[in-house]
């Protein structure tokens, strides 16, 4: 009888043990990815992986990097994983919209695109909210049909656009240039 009791409490702490060690994997895990995301090179399909939380802390974390301030979500919309985040930059207004495009052809590099219609509901959002500045990120890329609307749009609105072949050189390029400085302030030392 004993040594049964001494059997069911070993396997019940190996089983809370067990899963302590599970929850420990998985936070170094989402920790290391996070490092990676932050510090290393990613390609789009590393940020087409992503889930649109983790794209959208790749996002403000690449928005503060190029000197943007105040970066916030004002809205969230779960029609297609779009994220609305707000930001100031020379002390104006900015909405970005970061949308995580799914890959759909792995061989020829061919992912989801942002049309007209979705472009027109960003804009739409901006004029209603007074706003003239706007970014839309995405991993995907634009259609043909979203180009010619957004260099159709007034002058008064300022668009930039970010396809995941765009994203991927703009965070490669910040990467050498803080490798680069690493490297000059280790050789002053």
Request: proline letters at 1%; aromatic letters at 14%.
């Amino acid at each position: 009888m004993y040594v049964i009791f001494i059997i069911g409490i070993t396997f019940i702490g190996l089983s809370y043990y067990s899963k302590y060690l599970n929850k420990l994997n998985v936070e170094l895990r989402n920790s290391h990815r996070s490092q990676w995301l932050k510090y290393g090179l990613v390609s789009r399909k590393h940020l087409a992986e992503l889930s649109i939380g983790d794209f959208e802390n790749w996002c403000f974390n690449l928005l503060e990097k190029l000197g943007y301030k105040n970066i916030e979500i004002v809205s969230s919309w779960r029609y297609e994983n779009y994220k609305t985040i707000i930001s100031t930059r020379y002390k104006k207004t900015i909405y970005v919209w970061c949308k995580s495009a799914k890959e759909i052809d792995e061989y020829s590099d061919n992912y989801e695109s942002i049309g007209r219609p979705d472009v027109q509901r960003f804009i739409g959002t901006l004029e209603h909210d007074n706003v003239t500045d706007g970014i839309i990120i995405t991993t995907g890329d634009f259609t043909s049909e979203a180009l010619k609307y957004i260099d159709s749009l007034p002058n008064k609105f300022n668009i930039s656009i970010y396809d995941g072949v765009t994203l991927t050189n703009i965070h490669r390029a910040i990467r050498e240039k803080e490798i680069s400085l690493l490297l000059q302030q280790s050789n002053n030392i």
